[in-house]
């Protein structure tokens, strides 16, 4: 398949992943992430219409950010280390990654300093994986608590990752796990605006994440491919 059959494809069963559950396609939205790919198939992504594109890694966007960053939406995805909040803010609309009060504050930081806001989500490892970045599940109402006088973050949601399983299916409870850690701090109104995004679901195991309420999927291998 060439890149727009992958797309097509891809939009295919994100529909019928809505119809599913009956959600409507309009509330799932698409990220492309381009970590494995060139800056040739970055702007054909660009060019076929999509909006949103994801990346890991600052060093590996540089390139593609410079040619193609006011084309799109970016999101960054990765891990973030402190030292590397000057690169991102002000070029990532979102990111996925925040997982701790050191983050935060220097996003704060850099935020104040160019005067504008960045949209964050709170990265919990549902699944409790050592491999994986994120907070605990029982740290995150205080973490929540932390950051609240942050005024130049916006927390839009939360982000997981789930483990890679051969049987998609196994991953629901994560998704599951997150929507309603989601909802817990809504009721508990821990932050002064509600949390109305879910970023879950990458190549693996999106239609399940759709399925459980997920609002931006990540894909990279089953959409944009590797090189
Ligand atoms: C690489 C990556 C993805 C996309 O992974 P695929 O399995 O290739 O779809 C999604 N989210 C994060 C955080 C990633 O690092």
Redesign the pocket.
Known sequence: MNLQERIAHVERRIREACARSGRQREEVNLIA?T?YASLATTRQVLELGLQHI?E?RWQDAKPKWEELGAQGTWHF??HLQTNKVKDVVGRFAYIHSLDRLSLATELQKKAEALDLVVRCFLQVNVSGEESKYGLAPAELIDFARQIRGLDRLRIVGLMT?APFESEPERTRPVFRGLREWRDRLNDEAILSEPLTELSMG???DFEVAIEEGATWI?????LVGHE
Do not use: D, T
């Open positions: 992430v970590k994801g890991n995805i990765g990752m990458m190549s693996n990540r894909l990279g291998s089953v």
